[in-house]
C-alpha cells in the first residue's frame, strides 16, 4: 500500500510517516517546507516538494498511483486567521480544493483529512462528541469545516471517501526519540513551557487564572502525536475495508489544566520554569474535552500514549537538547 501524507514534513505529518512505516506502508511526502523541515522526515520516504496552490507542482505527484492522501497542509495559527483571513483561504481553502479535485482527477480513492475540534466552537456541553453542534469562532476552525464540507459533496458526486479527524490539543514526541525537529516559534501550551524550561523564553504567560475550573486554568484534551498519527493508519485501514467516510473525534477523553501542564513540566525537567499570570486570550474556552467513543467504537482506537507523564517526559527528551 502506498499513502501520501500531503504536509507530512510538520510535526504531525511526520509522526504520521513513522506510523505509516511501521505499519509497512510505502509513504510519499510532498510538503512547500514552510514550516516543516527536512530533518523531521523519517528515512525511507520518497520525498517530493511542492506548494499545494500549485497545481503544477501537486498533480504529477497525485498521478503517482496512491492508494490513499492524508491531507495535513494547513495553516493552524487561529489568532493569525482573524487578522489574515486571505492567506487562510487561499493556503486551507484553495489548497484543499485543489487536493481534492487532484485526488478524484487521479482516481485516488480515499483521503484523511486532519479537521480540528475548532469545527465546534465554544462548547455546549462535555465531552464534545461529533454530533455537536459546529459554530467555529475563528476563521481557522471555519477552513477546516468547510474543507469538511467539500469533502462530503466529493464523497456523494464522485465516490471518494474521506475520514475528517477532529484532532484535540496533540501533544508530545515519538517514544522513540526518532523526531528531534521542533516547532518554530510555537504558541501553544506545551511548547511554550517547554522553551521556557530551555532557557530559550524568560516566562510562560498562563493566559487567566479566573476560570470556572479547579485552579482556575483552562483544561484542554491533550493527545499524544503517536496516538494520533495511529488514529490515521486505523483510519485509512476503515475506509479500504469499508468504502465509508467517516467523520471522529480523536482526543483522550481527559481533561488537564496550563497548571498541571506547568507542575509536571516543572517536575520531570527539574527547572523552575518561570510564569505569570496574565489577561485571558480571547476567544480561549474555559473547558474542552472529547468523546473519543466513536473513534473507539468504528476504528478501534484507544489513546495509549495520551497521559500527562507520557507527553512530558515525551517532550522534554526533545528539548532538553535544547536547554541554553
Ligand atoms: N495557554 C497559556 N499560555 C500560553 C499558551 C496557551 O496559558 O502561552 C493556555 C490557553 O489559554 C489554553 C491552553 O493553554 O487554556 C491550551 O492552549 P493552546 O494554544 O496550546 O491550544 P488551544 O486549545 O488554544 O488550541
Redesign the pocket.
Known sequence: MRVLLIGGAGYIGAHCALAFLDRGYRVGIFDNFSTGSMDNIPSGCEVYTGDINNVDQLNPVLSLGWDGVVHLAALKA?GVSMTEPEIFARNNISGSLNIICGCSEHAIKHIILSSSA?VYGEPKYLPIDEQHPTNPENYYGYTKLSIEGHLDWFDRLKGLTYASLRYF?AAGYDLQGRMQGVERDP????P?VMETAAGIRSE?????NDYDTADG????DYVHVTDLAAGHVLALEYLVETQTSITVNLGSQSGLS?LEILDKSREVSGKSIPARISD??LG?PAK?VASSAKARELLGWEAQYSDLDTIIASTWEIYKGFVK
Not at 204 to 208: E, N, S, T, V, Y
Request: a positive charge.
Open positions: 487561529a475548532a490539543n504558541a501553544n501550551l506545551i511554550v510562560l504567560q498562563i493566559f487567566g486554568t483552562g483544561i484542554r496550563v485571558r486570550r480561549d474542552l
